[in-house]
């Protein structure tokens, strides 16, 4: 007899996949396998018609179906783009096979996608909800909108398992003089540079709170965001350091320099339903997060400090001057609980 398989569609190779350690953590049952993507990227298939579509993917699943090492009686999901290659898989499989969805952000709703393709993922983002057994929600507010559809979902949260953690000994002893001016707060933002930046918040903060630093991991996109009045104030500002993108272990060491981390987010349908990773990672060094009011943030809002508008952000920012001298240890601790495999927990159930 066959084994029996879970199989995961991951949409980018496990190295940089933004679930990666909810993966590895499903990876460690020996009926769990994963598939990286063919060299026809999934994006391809909101740019051509679907019942060529249905071709291409009915071709991968055969392809596919032969080199795995047993029968699939899970397929798992974590873009709408790759219902079609499931569909097919599951086909090939038989009935006993199920459709898995993990649901973690609206990318139908992205910034980087032309109308046209953002149709197209709608639809069948429609199909892959419809049809699964499991939908698990990075978000209590993705988690609403597949109800208010009529379809039931469940609320996992995310893991950053593999970012840095403080150290709780060091964290009692902070080495104050390399600290800098501890009436003069310092935030940071980990994170993507571009067209989800609420560039007048930051601009907002410089000017409200001329004293403070900020420090901006990530990758700048000029491309998105260089035309932007605000985002040019900021270049020009030499109290803003421009970190550019780091591995974690740099992140970590910024963020401890910062008293708290900023979600400096444009509030919009896109930004509204997610939960952007840079909360935990904060939390696990005992930083607080300051956001607009976010519904999907609301999942961790143990962590947050939420904002409503430049006034109230600047005053939480001023509050905060000196926190990185005294990290929120507890904030710490409740940060590690959410380990990869407590938010598997349903999936690990459903697998059993």
Not at 50 to 79: K, M, N, S
Not at 295 to 306: H, P
Request: charged residues 25%; neutral net charge; hydrophobic residues 50%.
């Amino acid at each position: 007899m066959a084994t029996p398989l879970c199989v995961l569609l991951l949409s980018r190779p496990l190295e940089g996949f933004i679930l990666e350690d909810q993966a590895r953590d499903l990876l460690r049952a020996p009926s769990v396998v994963a598939v990286e993507p063919a060299r026809l990227p999934y994006g391809t298939f909101a740019r051509i018609p679907e019942a060529l579509g249905d071709a291409i993917a009915v071709t991968q699943a055969r392809r596919l179906h032969r080199r795995l090492p047993g029968e699939p009686r899970v397929v798992v999901i974590f873009h709408a783009l790759q219902y079609q290659l499931a569909r097919a898989l599951i086909a090939r499989a038989g009935t006993d096979c199920e459709l898995w969805y993990s649901r973690w952000d609206r990318y139908e709703a992205a910034y980087d996608a032309p109308p046209r393709m953002r149709a197209r993922i709608a639809e069948l983002h429609e199909l892959a909800a419809a049809r699964s057994s499991l939908t698990f929600c990075a978000s209590v507010e993705l988690a609403r909108q597949e109800r208010e559809a009529g379809r039931e979902a469940v609320v996992t949260g995310l893991a950053v398992d593999s970012f840095p953690s403080l150290d709780p000994e060091a964290g009692g002893r902070a080495d104050v003089a390399n600290l800098g001016d501890l009436s003069e707060p310092v935030a940071v933002s980990l994170g993507h540079l571009g067209h989800r930046v609420d560039w007048a918040l930051l601009a907002g903060l410089r000017e409200r709170v001329p004293a403070s630093r900020r420090l901006l991991v990530g990758a700048w996109h000029a491309a998105e965001v260089g035309a932007d009045p605000a985002d040019r104030a900021l270049r020009a500002d030499a109290r803003v350091e421009w970190l550019g993108p780091l591995d974690d272990a740099a992140a970590a060491a910024a963020l401890a320099r910062a008293d708290v981390g900023l979600v400096p987010f444009r509030v919009e349908p896109f930004n509204d339903a997610g939960l952007p990773y840079r909360i935990l990672k904060y939390a696990r060094m005992g930083r607080r997060s300051l956001c607009p009011p976010l519904a999907g943030v609301r999942t961790w809002e143990r962590a947050v400090t939420f904002c409503d508008g430049v006034e109230a952000m600047a005053a939480a920012l001023r509050d905060a001057a000196g926190a990185r001298a005294r990290p929120d240890l507890e904030l710490r601790r409740w940060a590690l609980e959410q380990a990869a495999f407590r938010v598997n927990a349903p999936l690990w159930d459903r697998l059993e």
